[in-house]
């Protein structure tokens, strides 16, 4: 039989995985400097906490979600976003401690599993990158997570991010704009797409953010919510527009920045790169002020942003950044002849207990067929040992990009090429 990886998910080998890296350390570096914390949360959770955060009607937990009773017989799901899970530990953790206006920043580098169709950069196994920030309400929080996302872009090299903003109300003033916004369009629902329709009854605000044509004319002259907002979201939503200004960040009020998830509360975003074409989205986020009350904890604010790390990567590519070239490192040992692969086999024992990036050749091919393969392999130096070598207790160390040989004693080989 003939395996294949599942459907909607990707290999990352290794030619492939030092993009990733530098991905991610870049991530973890921003994080550091804006003060967040990396957290890890298991790759599974309570069903429950999806569907309690998320919301039942929505795409993610109605038909997205991977989901499985456990032997005990209990419902569990493989980790669907990546708020719930942050919140929860949060929560279970205590890690507000007794200071409740403490700011609680955390990010995360993690796979998200959605049984969708998979487009590009975003697999049914995809991964994120994400933080949040709990404590406050200040509408400066909000705009210091998309701060953080476009210091992120920038520092990978990508330029000609657009971010697109929104307010989704409070549950004060949503519920009644909802009502509106489905008596403006109650005549044409027949007209909606299948899953327009069934939004229209479960989740309308949803509708709003349909990419379909004939959806987009339905409710092109429909009420919009910022014309609807409470006096306390209508401040926040000034004062976080006025955050941006203060940073020079530069957006666009889009109306129809609904968000996806329940959850959601005032500041809603998106951010999206041109280059990827129609599936522009490189990540979003917003305000979830009651999540974490939800989730059975105290009434505590939050904001977060998750970003997709496939979607990043192509943004990337087809902006033709390319990582720096890495400089040659590491050491390949050179055996020729039978009688230098074992001195040469202990050798490359010897050089990485001492930490070098130490390598060897199992197939025992000439000497122009290892040092070729050194050179391929980009190491910084060869170390070569044959019969004269063995018989002098040296071994030969060749420079691989100048050519240079010099002869170092085997008790000092560890400690000179350190020095390298």
């Not at 298991?42 to 989901?67: A, H, Q, W």
């Amino acid at each position: 039989m003939r395996y294949r990886r599942p459907k909607g998910t990707a290999d990352i080998l290794p030619d492939d995985a030092p993009r990733w890296r530098h991905v991610e350390s870049t991530f973890r570096d921003i994080c550091a400097r804006f003060g967040y914390g990396e957290i890890r949360t298991p790759i599974f959770e309570d069903t429950d906490l999806f569907i309690r955060s998320v919301g039942e009607e929505t795409d993610i937990v109605s038909k997205e979600m991977y989901t499985f009773d456990d032997k005990g017989g209990r419902s569990q799901t493989l980790r669907a976003e990546g708020t719930a899970p942050a919140v929860r530990a949060f929560i279970e953790n205590q890690m507000q401690g007794q200071d409740t206006e403490r700011l609680v920043r955390l990010f995360y580098l993690a796979p998200i599993f959605r049984y969708d169709r998979p487009q590009a950069g975003r697999y049914r196994q995809h991964h994120q990158a994400g933080m949040e920030a709990l404590g406050s309400m200040d509408p400066a929080v909000d705009a210091e997570v998309i701060d953080l996302a476009l210091s992120f872009y920038r520092a990978l090299g990508i330029e000609g991010t657009r971010l697109l903003v929104n307010s989704v109300g409070c549950p004060a003033c949503a519920p009644p704009y909802v009502d509106t916004l489905k008596d403006a369009i109650r005549d044409r629902v027949d007209e909606l797409c299948g899953d327009c329709q069934r939004r229209f009854d479960t989740n309308p605000l949803r509708v709003l953010d349909c990419k379909k044509e004939a959806c987009r004319e339905i409710t092109a002259g429909a009420p919009i919510l910022l014309d609807e907002l409470c006096e306390e979201c209508a401040d926040h939503f000034a004062g976080f527009r006025a955050s941006l200004d203060a940073l020079g960040i530069s957006y666009e009020i889009d109306p129809r920045i609904v968000r996806g998830l329940d959850y959601y509360t005032k500041t809603a975003f998106e951010l999206r790169h041109d280059a990827l074409g129609a599936q522009d989205s490189i990540g979003g986020g917003g305000r979830y002020d009651g999540l974490v009350k939800q989730c059975g904890g105290k009434d505590i604010p939050g904001v977060g942003l998750g970003m997709g790390i496939e979607r990043i990567l192509l943004v990337r590519e087809a902006l033709s950044i390319e990582d720096a070239g890495h400089e040659r490192e590491g050491v390949f040992v050179v055996t020729l002849g039978d009688a230098a692969w074992t001195p040469g086999y202990r050798l490359l024992h010897e050089l990485r207990a001492a930490g070098l990036h130490t390598d060897i050749d199992f197939r025992r091919r000439s000497m122009r067929a290892q040092l070729r393969a050194a050179d391929k392999e980009g190491f910084a130096q060869a170390v070569i040992l044959g019969e004269d070598e063995l018989a002098s207790d040296v071994a030969t160390v060749r420079d691989m990009e100048s050519g240079e040989q010099t002869e170092i004693a085997l008790g000092q080989l560890a400690e000179h090429l350190l020095e390298k």
